[in-house]
């Protein structure tokens, strides 16, 4: 079955970028949009951007200046980039696929998560 | 960006009990609308996709329907596994926003 892992530092020092990457296993990155989240500790989930298998991208705004997601097909994993981070991004990152081609049917499968941390 | 809101915020239920969800959109989101339960500790798990239509392999005590912008989750006999935080999410347009969640814990 197909299984999505996170993976990065779970250290970030203030100012400086996060980086994650999600590895697909089980089947093919192609034709799938892919999509990060992100669980600040005690509160609610929050959408960071997706990707489609060409390589399209789709930002939140509210992160979109600082924000970078690209993907590898060859490897089969796509990554999240996010600068000048502030102790406000401390969060859980989690990936997930969006189901049958579309963003519009929910996301079916999602990583463990990762917690990110960030402190000085 | 679209709000979504959820009521109630938390809610004690019994083993057998019915159990109803309301998530609300700011704006028409048409049938984009998810439904996600998580578990401490672990990933959202999609219920609800299309406002209505269940997610393959699970149980069909879980049920979706919508009235104009307000949608429902309805557990019709809720379990001992239900008990979660419950997530809407619309798909209508991009950011994607959820609902603040609602917590379902033991009466």
């Known amino acids: 079955q197909v299984q999505l892992q996170e993976s990065g530092p779970g250290l970030v020092k203030p100012s400086e970028t996060l980086s994650l990457t999600c590895t697909v296993s089980?089947?093919?990155?192609?034709?799938?949009?892919w999509s990060w989240i992100r669980q600040p500790p005690g509160k609610g989930l929050e959408w960071i951007a997706y990707?489609?298998?060409?390589?399209?991208?789709n930002y939140n705004p509210s992160l979109k200046s600082r924000l970078t997601i690209s993907v590898d097909m060859s490897e089969r994993q796509f990554s999240l980039k996010l600068s000048s981070v502030t102790a406000a991004d401390t969060a859980v990152y989690y990936c997930?696929?969006?189901?049958?081609?579309?963003?519009?049917?929910?996301?079916?499968?999602w990583g463990q998560g990762t917690t990110v941390t960030v402190s000085s | 960006d679209i709000q979504m809101t959820q009521s109630p915020a938390s809610l004690s239920a019994s083993v057998g009990d019915r159990v109803t969800i309301t998530c609300r959109a700011s704006q028409n989101i048409n049938t984009y609308l998810n439904w996600y339960l998580q578990k401490p500790g672990q990933a959202p798990k999609l219920l609800i996709f299309?406002?209505?239509s269940l997610q393959g392999g699970l149980p069909s005590r879980f049920s979706g329907s919508r009235s104009g912008t307000d949608f429902t989750l309805t557990i019709s006999s809720l379990q001992p596994e239900d008990f979660a935080t419950y997530y809407c999410?619309?798909?209508?347009?991009?950011?994607?926003?959820f609902g603040p969640g609602t917590k379902v814990d033991i009466k």
């Open positions: 299309g406002a209505s």
């Open positions: 997930a696929r969006h189901q049958s081609g579309n963003v519009v049917y929910g996301m079916d499968v």
């Open positions: 999410q619309q798909s209508y347009i991009t950011p994607f926003t």
């Open positions: 990707i489609f298998s060409s390589g399209s991208t």
């Open positions: 089980g089947a093919s990155i192609s034709g799938y949009y």
